[in-house]
């Protein structure tokens, strides 16, 4: 009798798991890189990192000319400097080379915190679209594109995130496949 009772409720266990399975709702997917190139306020930031690029660079170039005169001056005045001074010049240098042999790893680390900083109330905005248009279309998930394999064309939710953003979509020229 307990083989029974224990087979029941197994198989009432196994039934209401099938139901909450059915249950789950709808996955989407969207491809948030490509929705924020086609955002307005994308164009302002790429001109805005160009810009700080441009400046980090100069900096860096600068920095390199003062390391360049600071050199060619010593040559030409070393002849005439105490072995002490001469030391204290050397030392100068190196480190002024150890600080320039960094530089280009510290331009990217900079280009990549302004870029988080000017792209991160961009990526809110979307953000927030997407889990609107999630919640109004009935969406549980929303998944990259790219993390997936296998997309069905009906469950991009990127056409409606543009609408909800006030992007204009425009037509894909229709291609046929050559045999």
Same mark, same amino acid.
Request: proline letters at 4%.
């Given at each position: 009798?307990? #083989? ?10 196994i039934?209401?798991?099938s &139901? =909450? %399975?059915?249950?789950?709702? #709808? ?20 001109t805005q990192?160009?810009q *700080?690029?441009?400046? /980090? ?7 390199? =000319?003062?390391?360049? &005169? ?5 040559? #030409? &005045?070393?002849?005439?400097?105490? $072995?002490?001074? #001469?030391?204290?010049?050397? %030392? ?25 900083? *000017?792209?991160? $109330? ?5 953000? =927030? ?9 009935? *969406?549980? *998930? ?13 469950? &991009?939710?990127? $056409?409606?995130?543009?609408?909800? /953003? ?11 496949? %050559?045999?």
């Amino acid at each position: 009798m307990k #083989k029974f009772i224990t087979l029941g409720l197994i198989a009432m266990g196994i039934l209401g798991l099938s &139901d =909450t %399975t059915n249950a789950q709702g #709808k996955i989407g997917y969207i491809s948030a890189d490509e929705i924020i190139v086609l955002m307005p306020e994308a164009a302002k930031v790429d001109t805005q990192l160009n810009q *700080y690029q441009q400046a /980090l660079y100069q900096a860096a170039q600068d920095k390199q =000319t003062a390391f360049n &005169d600071a050199v060619a001056k010593f040559y #030409k &005045d070393s002849l005439t400097m105490s $072995p002490s001074l #001469k030391e204290v010049t050397r %030392t100068n240098l190196q480190k002024q080379v150890q600080e320039l042999s960094g530089a280009e790893q510290q331009v990217q680390q900079q280009m990549q915190q302004k870029q988080q900083e *000017y792209l991160a $109330p961009i990526q809110k905005k979307l953000f =927030t679209a997407i889990q609107d248009v999630a919640k109004e279309n009935g *969406y549980t *998930y929303v998944f990259t594109r790219e993390a997936l394999l296998v997309v069905p064309a009906g469950d &991009d939710l990127a $056409p409606l995130v543009k609408k909800k /953003l006030g992007i204009k979509v425009t037509a894909a020229p229709k291609t046929t496949p %050559t045999k």
